[in-house]
């Protein structure tokens, strides 16, 4: 049981130096993260579409 209890103090300790995101920070990483996935999304969509239209005159 002690070894329970020192790791959940040496837990605690460790949280407190964890340097924590500004909201402001989260929400550029959000925004980022949302801009990347449409691009991400458009290109491979464009794939797909170029892809579909070779195999459908081949066929």
């Known amino acids: 049981m002690k ?3 020192q ?3 040496e837990a605690k300790q460790e949280v407190r130096k964890v340097s ?3 909201r402001s ?4 990483n959000a925004i ?7 691009l991400v999304a458009a290109y491979l969509g464009g794939i797909d579409y170029i892809i579909r239209n070779i195999m459908e005159r081949i066929i």
């Open 32 to 38: 980022m993260v949302i801009f990347v996935s449409l």
């Open 7 to 9: 790791f959940l103090k």
């Open 20 to 22: 924590w995101p500004t």
């Open 25 to 28: 920070d989260t929400f550029r």
């Open 3 to 5: 070894s329970v209890i």
